[in-house]
Structures are given as structure tokens and as C-alpha cells.
T-cell receptor
Framework: DTGVSQDPRHKITKRGQNVTFRCDPISEHNRLYWYRQTLGQGPEFLTYFQNEAQLEKSRLLSDRFSAERPKGSFSTLEIQRTEQGDSAMYLC???????????????FGPGTRLTVT | GENVEQHPSTLSVQEGDSAVIKCTYSDSASNYFPWYKQELGKRPQLIIDIRSNVGEKKDQRIAVTLNKTAKHFSLHITETQPEDSAVYFCAASKWNKLSFGAGTTVTVRA
């Protein structure tokens, strides 16, 4: 499978615990995005990377959230001290960007569904 | 920031009929407008997109139109089939992140 992959697919955790999700983008895609999707809504942007540089973070991304893409390939999203309001589907997408000022097609992974009890 | 509104929220059509979903956006600098189809429990899949230098684009049974002046864009599905049943999302972008509409649940009745 050469598409975007995410791990784990499902995560159930207790409030206050830390969780970490992983995203592997399509090979050689230089941009990687994180979105959050709650039931009945469209995905909401969280943050994105151009290679290893994190270029933008949404105001939705509180201090409890941190994302990394250390080698410009896979990325991790960590949520510390989880709250029930963090329950959602966390989606990763990637794109191949040639010109930085042009939007390119984003391809999504299957998501990680987080349930905080 | 960009605000995308999508209508209707649900759409039921008879198999073989057409379906139309409409979106508006707020940021006149947005220049890329993709549409995604999401089946239950699956990832959003890009089905068609349009850039601001084009007014219409067609791919088999689906077409997208863009009115930059009015900041409207629409998805048209012709000859609908049961496998077209899904949630459809419109989105708008300048050059980086996507801002999505709330989605339209399309049900194709056999």
C-alpha cells in the first residue's frame, strides 16, 4: 500500500493519559498535514510541515498538543493530559509541493480514532 | 481565516437523477477548491478539484463549477448510482491548509 498510513487506527485512553499517533506519508511527499474530525463535521486543520519544518499551527492546537517530523518523513502527534473533548478522528494528509505558494492535492490517511474515557 | 459554508447538509436523490452541492467561501485569496468523498469509517478521498483560473471542470459523471466573483463553487453529480452514497466535503485553500465545509450526506435511492 503506497498511500498515507496511520497508526494506531483506534486508541482508547483514560482522561489525563498521554497518547501519541504516527503518520507515514506517501513516499517523497514533502508536505504533511494533521487535521481533526469530529462526528458530523468536516476536518479541521491542526498543523502542517514542509519537510521537517513545522510551518503553521492552528489555534485549536493547545499547549497539550505537539507534533514532530524529525527527518522529514513520518510524523508524530502527541496529546498530553488527554481530555474528553480530545475524542475525535485524527487525520493525516500529505502532498507533493513544488512551488511553496501553490496548493497541491492532499491525500488522506485512514485516521486514528481517539476515545478518551 | 477562511470560512466555508456548504448546503444542503443532507440530500436524497433517486438513482439516475442529478445531485448538486453548493459551497461558499469568505477569503477572496483562496484559489484551490477540492471536493472529497468520505464513506462511513473510511478516509476522505479526493474526487475532483478546481483552481481559480478555471470556471468549470468535468470528470465523467462529476463536474465542479466556480464563480470567483460570487465566491461560490458547486459539485454536480449526474446519473447518480447507489455507490455515490457518501458524505461529500468541499474545501478551500490559498496555498497550504484546507478549510472544509460541514459536509453533505448524499443518499441515492434505488
Amino acid at each position: 500500500d503506497t498511500g498515507v498510513s496511520q497508526d494506531p487506527r483506534h486508541k482508547i485512553t483514560k482522561r489525563g493519559q498521554n497518547v501519541t499517533f504516527r503518520c507515514d506519508p506517501i513516499s517523497e511527499h514533502n508536505r504533511l498535514y494533521w487535521y481533526r474530525q469530529t462526528l458530523g463535521q468536516g476536518p479541521e486543520f491542526l498543523t502542517y510541515f514542509q519537510n521537517e519544518a513545522q510551518l503553521e499551527k492552528s489555534r485549536l492546537l493547545s499547549d497539550r498538543f505537539s507534533a514532530e517530523r524529525p527527518k522529514g518523513s513520518f510524523s508524530t502527534l502527541e496529546i498530553q493530559r488527554t481530555e474528553q473533548g480530545d475524542s475525535a478522528m485524527y487525520l493525516c494528509a500529505s502532498s507533493s509541493t513544488i512551488e511553496t505558494s501553490v496548493a497541491y492535492e492532499q491525500y488522506f490517511g485512514p485516521g486514528t480514532r481517539l476515545t478518551v474515557t | 481565516g477562511e470560512n466555508v459554508e456548504q448546503h444542503p447538509s443532507t440530500l436524497s436523490v433517486q438513482e439516475g437523477d442529478s445531485a448538486v452541492i453548493k459551497c461558499t467561501y469568505s477569503d477572496s485569496a483562496s484559489n484551490y477548491f477540492p471536493w472529497y468523498k468520505q464513506e462511513l469509517g473510511k478516509r476522505p478521498q479526493l474526487i475532483i478539484d478546481i483552481r481559480s483560473n478555471v470556471g468549470e471542470k468535468k470528470d465523467q459523471r462529476i463536474a465542479v463549477t466556480l464563480n470567483k466573483t460570487a465566491k461560490h463553487f458547486s459539485l454536480h453529480i449526474t446519473e447518480t448510482q447507489p455507490e455515490d452514497s457518501a458524505v461529500y466535503f468541499c474545501a478551500a485553500s490559498k496555498w497550504n491548509k484546507l478549510s472544509f465545509g460541514a459536509g453533505t450526506t448524499v443518499t441515492v435511492r434505488a
